[in-house]
Nanobody, 121 residues
Framework: QVQLVESGGGLVQPGGSLRVSCTASGRTPTAYAVGWFRQAPGKEREFVAVTSGSGATDVRDSVKGRFTISRDNAKNTVYLQMNNLKPEDTAVYYC???????????????WGQGTQVTVSS
């Protein structure tokens, strides 16, 4: 019923910037929290950032000052602006929707297919 599609991934040099987008379709109540998660090869999926339906935000400590999450409810889109990218940021980035503000991936009901972000020279 709720479809999430990520876009904007790609290959970026260290220190570069990239903005990934998550666009929702179908039943998309604005009360949903939308989170960004990432998963590198051989590693577990980890929390990156979240924004609530009312606009509250949080990001993981390792990306504070570099990543910013925002949303445009009129476009049903959530963005993750990533600056000063590092090789350690390389991962598949997923967006997901939950009914409340949380860092826990198990609480998210809907997931996109992911978009690959590769940070390399």
């Amino acid at each position: 019923q709720v479809q999430l599609v990520e876009s904007g991934g790609g290959l970026v040099q260290p220190g570069g910037s990239l903005r990934v987008s998550c666009t929702a379709s179908g039943r998309t109540p604005t009360a949903y929290a939308v989170g960004w998660f990432r998963q590198a090869p051989g590693k577990e999926r980890e929390f990156v950032a979240v924004t609530s339906g009312s606009g509250a935000t949080d990001v993981r400590d390792s990306v504070k000052g570099r990543f910013t999450i925002s949303r445009d409810n009129a476009k049903n889109t959530v963005y993750l602006q990533m600056n000063n990218l590092k090789p350690e940021d390389t991962a598949v980035y997923y967006c997901a929707a939950a009914t409340f503000f949380t860092h826990n991936p198990g609480s998210y009901s809907y997931w996109g297919q992911g978009t690959q972000v590769t940070v390399s020279s």
